[in-house]
């Protein structure tokens, strides 16, 4: 890459940055195209099953997730080529828009160009994902995603408590008037980072949640065709980027007889899968039309363990059902998301597992998550080095 290359993306990120000083219009009129004069082509992108170079040579995304309060300065010097890199609609707009104008947190996206940018310098991979956790601050003071303005009198109110939660996440999917106010966050985020090389994509929305959809066929083609609608918005800004989405919540529930018809065109979607399996053995794992697991999430998930004691067979045998569907799509897959406890006890054998199968299958990954903090961590909080990451630097150093 040369200088000139670097200088122009900065040029466009500051450029950007104008829109950041006072409040910004939305100018998002539903799918009509719009100006993708700063677009820059990434680095990578698909071609069939795989992600590829400028030049065609398949390329392997191998790294962590990692936000601008996480480690993602050290990623480079662990082996990593690539940062899946969560952004929070609550972080980036926790004030409502007024009359149609937008205001967006100034600090949050300085946070996140400082980002982009290093990674950028350091030849890393992004992939911009619009994520959410615990969906939103206004059910959950420790939820992220959903900003607290949108449940509040003179937009979408709902009521706190589960039943609100449910009703909250199907009418995110399904009711129209809302998509204007997504649209406009995606869209300011889309534009500011369109123009580094180093952006392979976005995510459309992290683990898409069915609420009161439920976990049936007809729940996970809502949510498909609610992502669909956010695909073609994307292209409209950003034509050739790779879209990434995951069919149903972080497993791809429903992914057995999901349509993906609403898409179009295929060519530039990849798949997610946010792999936690257990791996344990049949029947454990998908339930046999893949809506549910069985016998259920939280018996099935590394999350809610404390000591692996699965095999390597039975992780490829849930990868393998995964990558018969993408082969039928001809899309990629990318295993953005998987982990286990810091303090499981088999922790460096699930690892061991994990990335033995990861390069049999020659898949692309992000370990969940490059930081001192939270269950998954691979620092220590003073940021030492685990015996986890350690294995993981050791796997990401050698070449597939």
């Not at 990954?365 to 030492?384: F, I, N």
Request: aromatic share 12%.
């Amino acid at each position: 890459m040369t200088k000139l290359t670097i200088g122009a993306a900065i040029l466009a990120v500051t450029s950007a940055l104008a829109l950041v000083a006072t409040a910004v219009a939305d100018d998002t009129p539903g799918d009509t195209p719009v100006d993708t004069s700063g677009v820059v082509a990434p680095w990578v992108h698909t071609q069939g099953t795989n992600f590829v170079d400028k030049s065609g040579n398949r390329v392997y995304l191998r790294g962590f997730n990692a936000n601008s309060s996480m480690g993602y300065k050290k990623a480079a010097a662990l082996g990593a080529n690539f940062i899946r890199l969560p952004v929070y609609w609550s972080d980036v707009e926790p004030v409502p828009p007024v009359g149609g104008v937008h205001t967006w947190d100034p600090a949050e996206l300085a946070a996140i160009d400082t980002e982009v940018q290093t990674l950028l310098a350091a030849k890393v991979n992004v992939l911009i994902d619009f994520h959410q956790t615990g969906w939103s601050p206004y059910f959950d003071s420790t939820g992220r995603g959903m900003p607290i303005w949108l449940y509040s009198p003179g937009f979408f109110p709902q009521p706190k408590g589960k039943l609100g939660l449910g009703l909250a996440k199907m009418d995110f999917a399904t009711n129209p008037a809302i998509l204007p106010y997504y649209k406009a966050y995606m869209g300011m985020i889309i534009k500011r980072y369109r123009g580094y090389p180093n952006v392979v994509g976005w995510e459309l929305y992290n683990e898409p949640q069915p609420g009161k959809l439920h976990q049936t066929h007809d729940g996970t083609q809502a949510l498909i065709s609610f992502q669909a609608k956010l695909a073609n918005y994307v292209r409209s800004l950003d034509p050739g980027r790779t879209i990434f989405f995951s069919v149903r919540q972080g497993g791809d529930l429903g992914f057995l007889n999901a349509d993906l018809g609403d898409f179009g065109s295929l060519n530039d979607l990849a798949l997610d899968l946010h792999d936690r399996f257990t791996g344990v053995d049949p029947p454990k794992g998908y339930s046999p039309d893949t809506e549910t697991w069985y016998p259920d999430h939280d018996s099935v998930v590394t999350t809610f363990e404390n000591s692996y004691v699965g095999t390597e067979a039975n992780q490829l045998r849930i990868l393998d059902q995964l990558l018969a569907k993408t082969k039928q799509w001809n899309i990629p897959l990318l295993v953005g998301e998987w982990g286990a406890r810091i303090n499981d006890s088999g922790l460096l054998e699930y690892q061991r597992q994990m990335l033995d199968a990861f390069r049999k299958r020659k898949l692309s990954w992000s370990r969940w998550a490059l930081t001192s903090h939270g269950p998954e961590r691979v620092y220590t909080t003073d940021y030492s080095p685990t015996a986890a990451l350690r294995q993981l630097q050791q796997d990401l150093q050698t070449p597939y």
